[in-house]
């Protein structure tokens, strides 16, 4: 017996292994969700496949066809479960939208999502909202619910300080409680200014980002300064024939809903030399398998080096070699 079935951005492929399994129940469809929904977002988009079973085809084999993955005449919609208005999402092609499907196992045409404007939700920050997926095929609707989060709202560094990274000198990250976040990743961008013979010595503007923290479950974040300095060197290629100027670091946390965090630590509870071969069962669906969660972010802009941290950027072992000046 073998079922598959893909979300999002990630595809899982799940295969029993008890060969002597007897399949004697009717065929049944297994509706898989994977959505999040954001205030910060410009468009909500959800996917919402079906898994299936059978026990004389390979699942490889029925991934690459469309209609094994996709509800040919569901209706998906949110509720603001204070108010019970209900907004109906349109099915989309996600190629056509910018968000085309990897190549692998799943078939990549069409790629259907469930879009609708944020604009016109208008999704209120503490609100309960309900996910809603219509069938249509006499069978019940799923459904799940989560709270929409506001933006964090960062507390250390204070907006546009001179940030100071010392070796062996803890650097503190934090931010404001948030009751209905589960999980946060802090992350950073370094701006820049570059020439070379490449830009025709005309100093071009650059940016690199990498995640400082991720999954963290309190609000605050503690590291050793010179993991800055370690960063900077990992995420910009030394080159001779380049010079830099420092212009800002931008700070970005992101906040997950609770479910997102009961989701992970499910799946890392089945991780690692103790795990088994079955997937998590963690789901917030009323029937099926998925997620449906909200989250937020805040980008904190425009922070500076204090003269010491510069001079490190410039002169220190780890990053003299990327020519700051």
């Not at 060969?19 to 959800?46: M, R």
């Not at 990992?234 to 906040?255: G, H, K, Q």
């Not at 789901?283 to 997620?291: I, P, Q, V, Y």
């Not at 805040?298 to 990327?322: A, F, P, R, V, W």
Request: charged share 25%; aromatic share 12%; net charge negative.
């Amino acid at each position: 017996m073998k079922w598959i079935f893909g979300l999002l951005s990630i595809g899982f492929l799940f295969t029993a292994c008890d060969n002597e399994l007897v399949v004697t129940d009717k065929w049944k469809d297994i509706p898989i969700v994977w959505g999040f929904v954001s205030k910060a977002d410009t468009a909500i988009y959800i996917r919402v496949e079906k898994a299936y079973l059978d026990p004389t085809t390979s699942a490889l084999d029925i991934a690459r066809i469309p209609d094994s993955l996709y509800y040919e005449d569901a209706v998906v919609k949110l509720r603001r479960v204070s108010t019970n208005q209900e907004y109906t999402l349109h099915r989309v092609d996600g190629t056509n939208e910018g968000y085309p499907r990897e190549d692998g196992v799943f078939a990549e045409v069409p790629n259907y999502l469930y879009k609708i404007k944020e604009n016109q939700v208008n999704l209120m920050v503490g609100e309960k909202y309900e996910f809603i997926l219509d069938r249509n095929d006499q069978t019940d609707e799923v459904t799940a619910e989560t709270i929409i989060l506001p933006k964090p709202v960062i507390r250390v560094p204070s907006l546009g300080a001179s940030l100071n990274f010392k070796t062996n000198v803890t650097f503190t990250f934090m931010w404001n409680e948030m009751d209905d976040a589960g999980l946060f990743d802090i992350q950073m961008r370094f701006n820049y200014l570059e020439k070379s013979p490449a830009t025709s010595n005309i100093y071009v503007a650059k940016s690199v980002k990498w995640t400082i923290a991720h999954s963290l479950l309190d609000n605050d974040y503690k590291m050793d300064g010179v993991e800055f300095y370690n960063s900077v060197a990992a995420n910009i290629d030394v080159d001779p024939t380049a010079t830099r100027l420092f212009e800002s670091i931008d700070i970005i946390i992101w906040c997950g809903g609770k479910e997102l965090k009961d989701y992970i630590q499910v799946a890392l509870a089945n991780d690692g030399i103790t795990s088994t071969q079955d997937f998590p069962e963690y789901t917030n669906l009323s029937e099926g398998k998925g997620l449906f969660t909200s989250r937020n972010f805040s980008d904190n802009m425009d922070y500076s080096l204090n003269s010491q941290s510069l001079d490190s950027l410039k002169n220190g072992s780890i990053t003299e070699d990327l020519n700051f000046q």
